[in-house]
């Protein structure tokens, strides 16, 4: 299993929250426990997960937990309104990845799983404006590209120089 992990992303995303969250912290990642959970762990946070319950129908559950911030990493492009979580984390502090809007690619539908979809996937500028109206300050934020080097023709060739993930560092306004 741990052959086919985003390492690339999940290298991105582990030196990005070290930079904005040193630990030790406590974290509330939004998604079940997954592969991430334990990176977070082993290079020393405190990290509880959501259980798989659906958070555009109980965004409120995110007031249970008292932590540092809040992580959500690949999470909102699921919801249908991802202001109604946004608006109800009670943390000063966010860490999220999205991926980004690409003109040459559609949004991800799992072929197998009814849940693994993307509702929204948003341009950079869309998910700023969303911070903004749900209480964030974005305090850092970076692009990222996602290559694959074993495939051939012009979309991978695209993904080399088009940004598909972002990355924002936000505090509470």
């Not at 202001?83 to 799992?110: C, G, H, M, Q």
């Not at 693994?116 to 869309?126: A, C, I, K, N, P």
């Not at 993904?159 to 505090?171: D, L």
Request: hydrophobic fraction near 40%; glycine fraction near 2%; include cysteine.
């Amino acid at each position: 299993m741990y052959h086919k992990l985003p390492l690339k992303r999940y290298n991105h995303t582990i030196e990005f929250l070290k930079s904005v969250l040193p630990a030790p912290a406590k974290i509330l990642d939004l998604g079940v426990r997954n592969p991430f959970s334990e990176i977070m762990e082993q290079n020393g946070y405190t990290v509880f997960n959501t259980e798989g319950e659906d958070l555009d129908v109980l965004p409120e559950l995110v007031k249970k937990y008292n932590v540092d911030a809040v992580t959500a990493f690949e999470i909102f492009e699921h919801l249908l309104a991802p202001y109604n979580v946004l608006r109800a984390i009670e943390s000063t502090k966010l860490i999220a990845t999205i991926p980004l809007d690409l003109w040459f690619a559609k949004a991800y539908k799992s072929k197998t799983d009814k849940w693994d979809r993307h509702y929204h996937e948003f341009e950079d500028w869309q998910f700023n404006w969303l911070l903004e109206k749900t209480g964030w300050k974005i305090v850092d934020a970076q692009l990222w590209t996602s290559p694959d080097p074993n495939k051939i023709g012009f979309r991978p060739l695209l993904r080399y120089f088009t940004p598909r993930y972002y990355i924002v560092y936000c505090e509470r306004v």
